[in-house]
């Protein structure tokens, strides 16, 4: 499938897809557009569709409208990507959701259903991801109208870790050059296996430089403190950096 413009249009590929309106008769009259060519015929609602928290092959629904902001009837479809997870369904004018020859299964990469909508009115459609594992994910809808493709993103979060840190490390009065230590735990109360940095600016050092725990495990870290000259420190110095995995 190749690269479509965002949800701003382009007019160098506003001719792209129109092949998926099969049922468009070619006598059909031209209207004239009152859209300016950089902004799309029908605005999608959300901009964006994000599922989270989902689990394998347990299916997450999201609705999709789109809005005719011509002032003419206009024909819109969408088109879920190929050998994705993604399935659209055109929903009726009960709000119940149209099988076939409207909708799409997923992996088909066919469009769903091809809707002339009135003026001010919008195209409701059912998006349905099922996904075989709990990684992230993400692809894009293509929403074809009689003057332009483009696309929604379509993006899956899976499940994070999240580590429980403690408030605060105080230590007790330390003498300018000598050390002090203090431990502490670190939790993963996520729902995910967390990989992490920790990061201290001197005086202070941190160990271990970093860790990954499974869910529910516990780690021991330890800050090491050596102050070069007396005064307090209350200022934030350790650093969390968490990274995906």
Known sequence: MPAL??????????????????DVDASEPKVAC??????????PSPPEIHFQGYAPF???????????????PRRVSVVAPKQLPIAVQPLGAGGAAQGAPGGAAPGDGVPAGSHKVAPGMKAAFTVS??????????????VVTEREAFEVPVRGTG???????PDDIAFPATPAHAAASQTFLVTNVG?????????????????????EL???EVVRCCVDFRPATAGARDTPDLDTVPRDG
């Open 5 to 22: 413009p965002s949800t701003q249009g382009a007019a160098g590929r506003k001719h792209a897809y129109r092949k998926y309106f099969k």
């Open 34 to 43: 009152s859209i300016p060519e950089d902004e799309p015929i029908f605005q």
């Open 58 to 72: 347990q299916t997450c629904e999201a609705q999709l409208c789109l809005r005719n902001n011509d002032k003419v």
């Open 129 to 142: 991801f099922c996904p075989e594992d709990d990684r992230d994910f993400a692809c894009g809808l293509v």
């Open 159 to 165: 499940p994070r870790g999240v580590l429980d840190f």
């Open 191 to 211: 729902a995910a296996r967390a990989t992490f940095e920790l990061q201290a600016r001197p005086p202070f050092a941190v160990r271990p430089a970093a860790g």
């Open 214 to 216: 499974a869910l529910g």
